[in-house]
């Protein structure tokens, strides 16, 4: 297995990106090898400050960035010799198993549907991020930004994703689906979640479990949270918000610990036809390690085989 | 002044709102007069327990009441003499210049549109919510739940709702007023905020400083932010939750303890044609407290004829 990192993505790339992909390394087994994508000299020169063996990894050189605050679109079709161009390249010709990226957000969305594409039959890609629990367990939530206008017919492929990502990377049996709404009642919700809701409650593609509002996101009602991305892409910010908040403070919990994005790695792009990670612009070597992780265990999973079963 | 007070309404009534009438009493002045709505008898009882003068209050007499899971329309349509709907029929009749109740959220509203109504010009009557800042401040958030789906033009006018609030009863100067969304650029957003984007930009109705997203709600970039009823609903629940893990677990701080609902005692209804102030179901004597006397502040204020104006 290969696993893709872009190395120029993100606040503190390259940096913390090739830290990260020294802690990765240690975790990853010998034929699960990591392919650097990136200023292969500035890579070389960060190992060789910390000692590490540069045959540790493969390299892909490239020498454009495409910038955090670029027009994604503009940027993808601008810059196909960039890191993230490159990555998706390599993904698309299955030089790579799995690509991530802590760089523009945007970017990555737009060059994973130009290039690996939606798997047939899905309508929208989402991305999915984590909601802790107050007790054990994590929750799912998704869709976190890529569809800001959804259809009931996403939402409920949402659940899709959401479920198999909860099942077979999550190790959750029969992940609970909730849809995310402002009333427990089946008949609450604006005109997309009143539409949403039957549609869900009818299938039986995933355990739907039905309505879940904002007070029981970290509740164990369900596994996975169902939304629009603008909802959800609030929600999340408004959660980072709090944790930033109670982090700031000094207040030691472990509820709020569980807000530390470092540990999940990054957010999947589900519904495309390979492992896609999006990692947090402010992404610590940490967060770098756990995101190629992530990507691993996608890969391991079979997650994208699962959903294009779903699909069929 | 006549204040009238639903005391059939709320979890914990009537005996946590004729305590919070009691304690309302202490900080109104003389000419500042409570009616209690409801059983009279059973409020003279609780009266007499704690040894309070029950000439203090007016009262007027109901039998009905309106449950906390009713429907909102059926119930304000088949229970007239009810202590929600007997307020609202005093409040159109001038009997009392505010109502308020902590009882079924969606009949008050309901009942509010069906009595006095929205004021002309107002497309949508919408519900606020304090949102706390970090450092000094509070925030108001509008729309928390009246308004499930909406159109560009209601979030202008609940810009405006919002500005007058802040600006009249909460003595915000020039308040600044940011439309809720999911980057800070005017282009973002789904088809509803990319539309009231360039709305509240160009209108001189109130001091719009673009937008804010979910990890500014905390922040001191606005006073006011403006999201539909069903964003909002959904944060304003998520914070509840946030709130409330906080307070279980014991943390003591000065910014969480602002998300305690009781020191701000409830949500107007703005948009209508006199005050209209919702309680928490779970209001307590303190709340109970607050409710009233905000609903005082907004009779003060003539925060209605200002709305009026605006919409003139």
Redo the contacts between chains.
Sequence with gaps: MKIGLDIMGGDFAPQATVLGAISAYKALKPDQKLVLIGDKDIALGILAENNFDPDSFEYVHTTEVIGMGEHPTKAIVQKPNSSIGIGFKLLKEGEIQAFSSAGNSGAMLVGAMFSVKAIPGVLRPAITSIMPK?EEGLGILVDV?AN??CKPEYLLQFGIFGSLFAQYVYNIPNPRVAL?N?GEEEE????L?QAAHPLMKETKQFNFVGNA???????GIADVFVC????G??????????Y???HK?G?K?A?FDKFNYEQYGGSPILGVNAPVVVGHGISNPEAIKNMVLLSKNMVESALTDKIKLAFQ
């Excluded at 609450?188 to 005109?191: D, L, P, Q, T, V």
């Excluded at 509002?213 to 509740?219: A, C, K, T, V």
């Excluded at 629009?228 to 909802?231: I, K, Q, S």
């Excluded at 892409?233 to 709090?242: G, T, V, Y």
């Design positions: 107050l930004g800001a206008d995310v402002i609450k919700g604006n005109i979640y509002e904002g007070r029981d996101m970290f509740s629009d991305g603008f909802t892409n609030i929600m999340l910010k408004f959660a980072e918000s709090f930033d908040i109670a403070k207040i919990d509820f």
